[in-house]
């Protein structure tokens, strides 16, 4: 089975950035979509990003201009670059591997523990 491992969170000011990563074992990762999803305290578990192994991507609407998501197969290692990080960003953050994209739960077979996300005012 794959094995997804998030790191990189941590607490920051509004307007800082932090690099997320998610490391992958035990499986051909180079194969798979990888996605970032995120769950605010009270919040449904909610899409961020997408990239396929070719690097074609998405975001969702209220991280587009802010967020980049890139991948380096070689390494078995996805990113997700924040930046200009405001409060309501805060969240446990998420990745995920599956066999095509989508912005669904539904859509990603494996997933990582997640790792928190806290941003102060």
């Known amino acids: 089975q794959v094995q997804l491992v998030e790191s990189g969170g941590g607490l920051v000011q509004a307007g800082g950035s932090l690099r997320l990563s998610c490391a992958a074992s035990?499986?051909?990762?180079?194969?798979?979509?990888v996605a970032w999803f995120r769950q605010a305290p009270g919040k449904e578990r909610e899409f961020v990003s997408f990239?396929?192994?070719?690097?074609?991507?998405t975001y969702a609407e209220s991280v587009k201009g802010r967020f980049t998501i890139s991948r380096d197969n070689a390494k078995n290692t996805v990113y997700l670059q924040m930046n200009s990080l405001k409060p309501e960003d805060t969240a446990v953050y998420y990745c995920?591997?599956?066999?095509?994209?989508?912005?669904?739960?539904?859509?990603?077979?494996?997933w990582g523990q997640g790792t928190q996300v806290t941003i102060s005012s």
């Open positions: 995920a591997a599956g066999s095509r994209t989508g912005t669904r739960l539904a859509d990603y077979r494996y």
């Open positions: 990239c396929t192994r070719s690097g074609d991507y």
């Open positions: 035990g499986g051909t990762f180079s194969t798979y979509v």
